[in-house]
């Protein structure tokens, strides 16, 4: 990455990565799950814009855009269904 994107898009995206991260472990030690998880899967779609942005950028290959591309849409179908599963259980109650 050149040094204008490393500082800038590529801190910002690793700054996002980091409160998904923090967010999730708040998700699962909350008692109203919901909110927590809606926020992170809105962080999901900011960081996916950022690696969307970098590789249009010509600043990550294809190979790292496509791998990276797989690793959040495998965390975003994993907040969905974690998401789906507590708004279940909340209508049960």
Excluded: F, N, P
């Excluded at 909350?30 to 590789?55: D, F, N, P, T, W």
């Excluded at 791998?67 to 209508?91: E, F, H, N, V, Y």
């Amino acid at each position: 990455m050149q040094r204008d994107y490393r500082y800038t898009l590529g801190e910002t995206t690793k700054k996002e990565l980091v409160e998904i991260l923090v967010l999730i472990y708040r998700a699962s030690e909350a008692q109203q799950k919901g909110s927590v998880i809606m926020e992170a899967r809105e962080k999901m779609v900011v960081v996916k814009l950022h690696l969307r942005l970098l590789h249009d950028l010509k600043q990550i290959s294809l190979k790292v855009y496509a791998d990276a591309s797989m690793m959040t849409d495998s965390i975003s179908k994993q907040l969905a269904a974690w998401q789906k599963s507590c708004d279940g259980r909340s209508s049960i109650i």
